[in-house]
């Protein structure tokens, strides 16, 4: 067999395959083009999902003609300064979202491509190229700018077109490239139109955390936090600083996927497992392992400290330095969820709400005073008639008539009336009022009603203490009179063997006691009357699972998880209001006590408003 060339059209259509994958990858790579251009606005109009067509406008800089059909080859490109092209290192210079020359050349080669651009003072012009072929090339009326428009991709590969999914899924897929880009650059406005209908409108000028709650969810505003963090790059010939910004949802405020993490390195959107995983431990302790936190990450470094030509999609980054990233990334995420101190998504949903309302209670008259008590008058008198008696329920027998919405006995307990109630005012999570079924602390807070899951706050609490006395040298041990035998399989305990020195520092003392066991010689102090068989078998499944996989930071906050969880108050136990309050107060200086060690809340507030409505006053 001998070797021949490949004919330019099939050199194109192969190098389609890489660029083009669907109708987003197109549609990625003309906005970013968009953007090159120094426009201010970006419109988008969408037909079939992008398969059938799709449009991109903008006001950039536009092109002259000799320019647009320069443009329409392969590996032509004004990304790359010309002073610079021929150099090793003109790749490490780029400050584009596009620099391979690629797009424009392998769309047109498996689609119908329409180009208009005219430049300031400049005539406009026209160039049409259907799958390869120039079938139109003269001037066009248009406004500043670029105007590009692709119809019929992959018409005429029907192997390529027959394994793109339905137009919705392909139109899902447009609107998430879109909106990467419009986060990365909350400068310019972006207009999105599927099937003539408007689905994004986002202006210019907005800062960076209004246009990533516009794009995603607008309660993310209220439940995120600020990330501000810088270092200077280290171990480089290079001067600099590595800063991360963007915006991280509370622990609370989470997702079953991960489709609503959005990372971005120098401004280009990007799909990093590096990045993904550093999101995962910064969560670590905080999220259940189903969950996902709502992130908005944006990575600025030199371009010197980061590989940009890994893929020819751009999606793809690799970084000289991948450790000093991944800790940037996690002490910057951890710093920005320690200042949130015990926020936590507070606003109860609808359906939860709901099971508070009877299904028994007869509709109320909009006339009746009760409904509205400011504007009816006072509520108590209501119920008195003119003497001060209760003229609500004549008689006896219709007292026994009424029905009885609640007939469980009460499972709450308050302690008994006595000294005024403290004020609430000085109080974020308020004054303990009462316990219910043995596990919820009742609080009244100035602006509501506060309900505390007492062993979820508790072992967050006993985590972070736990951390802190790390921080400051080590945990102190209670030595047990009798050390405790914990049989294991061999396995689980040459890990905990392994980890001995590591357990030790938390004030955990073992020691190998033959093939199939651990004696436990003391433990943490922090933990109290721990049991420790159940202590230690968790921490063995822990390093089962975790161990070859994190770093020993990472490790450490999962022993200390897992201790905490055995050292805290169990649901079940009756606590005086003294208690209550001091959990209460201690949860208000913690950091993260707004969710416990596996991700749940520790507490939950119902406000007025809310109550009010519960109640059919509002």
């Not at 026994?400 to 709450?412: A, H, K, L, N, V």
């Not at 047990?480 to 396995?491: S, T």
């Not at 108050?569 to 201690?586: I, K, Q, S, T, Y």
Request: one cysteine or more; glycine letters at 8%.
């Amino acid at each position: 067999m001998s070797i021949r060339r490949l004919p330019e059209h099939l050199v194109n259509r192969i190098a389609a395959g890489e660029v083009v994958e669907r109708p987003a990858s197109a549609l990625k790579e003309l906005v970013e083009n968009a953007l090159d251009a120094g426009t201010s606005l970006v419109w988008v109009k969408l037909i079939g999902g992008g398969i059938v067509r799709m449009e991109v406008a903008d006001l950039g800089c536009g092109m002259v003609p000799d320019e647009m059909a320069l443009a329409l080859e392969r590996h032509a490109t004004s990304k790359l300064p010309e002073s610079l092209v021929g150099e090793d290192g003109a790749l490490d210079a780029v400050a584009t979202l596009g620099f391979r020359g690629e797009a424009l050349p392998s769309i047109a080669s498996v689609a119908r491509l329409t180009l208009e651009s005219r430049v300031l003072d400049g005539d406009g012009w026209r160039r049409v190229v259907d799958n390869g072929a120039v079938v139109e090339d003269g001037p066009a009326s248009i406004p500043l700018g670029t105007r590009v428009v692709v119809e019929d991709l992959f018409a005429r590969i029907p192997a390529r077109r027959k394994f793109l999914r339905s137009p919705r899924a392909e139109y899902a897929a447009c609107l998430d490239a879109v909106r990467r880009l419009a986060m990365a650059r909350p400068d310019v406005g972006f207009r999105v139109e599927n099937e003539g209908r408007g689905v994004i409108s986002v202006p210019p000028g907005q800062d960076r955390p209004t246009r990533v709650a516009a794009l995603t969810d607008r309660a993310l505003a209220e439940n995120a936090v600020g990330i501000d963090f810088v270092r200077p790059v280290t171990g480089s010939a290079t001067d600099g600083d590595m800063a991360l910004g963007g915006v991280a949802s509370l622990p609370t405020f989470n997702r079953g996927v991960a489709d609503h993490q959005y990372l971005f390195v120098n401004g280009r959107p990007v799909k990093d497992r590096l990045l993904l995983g550093a999101i995962r431990g910064a969560y670590a302790e905080m999220l259940p392992r189903d969950r996902h936190a709502v992130v908005a990450l944006f990575l600025d470094l030199p371009t010197s400290e980061v590989d940009v030509n890994v893929h020819p999609a751009k999606t793809e980054v690799r970084f000289r330095d991948a450790t000093a990233v991944r800790g940037l990334v996690v002490s910057g995420l951890r710093r920005a969820l320690d200042k949130a101190g015990f926020r936590a998504v507070q606003r109860p949903a609808m359906d939860v709400a709901a099971l508070f309302t009877s299904d028994n209670v007869a509709p109320r008259d909009p006339d009746d005073p009760h409904r509205h008590p400011r504007k009816g008058g006072d509520s108590a008198s209501s119920f008195l008639g003119e003497d001060g008696g209760v003229t609500a329920f004549a008689g006896p027998s219709e007292v026994r008539e009424r029905p009885t919405f609640f007939t469980p006995p009460p499972q709450g307990r308050a302690e008994p009336a006595g000294a005024p109630p403290p004020a609430t005012i000085d109080h974020p999570l308020g004054v303990a009022r009462g316990q219910v079924a043995k596990t919820y602390i009742v609080a009244e807070a100035e602006d509501g009603l506060v309900i505390v899951d007492q062993h979820a706050a508790h072992e967050r609490l006993v985590l972070e203490r736990m951390r802190a006395a790390m921080a400051g040298g080590a945990v102190s041990s209670q030595t047990l009179l009798i050390p405790a035998v914990v049989e294991l399989d061999e396995p689980a305990c040459d890990r905990l063997e392994a980890r001995a020195d590591e357990l030790a520092a938390f004030g955990l003392v073992l020691e190998r006691f033959g093939p199939h066991a651990t004696l436990v010689r003391a433990t943490p102090a922090l933990l109290g009357t721990a049991d420790p068989a159940a202590l230690v078998t968790d921490l063995a499944d822990e390093l089962a699972a975790y161990d070859q996989a994190l770093s020993l930071r990472e490790r450490l906050d999962h022993v200390a998880a897992t201790m905490a969880c055995h050292g805290s108050v169990r649901a079940g136990r009756v606590l005086a209001v003294a208690e209550m309050n001091a959990l209460l107060r201690e949860m208000e200086v913690t950091p993260r006590s707004g969710q416990c060690n596996h991700g749940r809340p520790t507490w939950v507030k119902l406000a007025h408003a809310d109550i009010e409505k519960l109640f059919g006053r509002r």
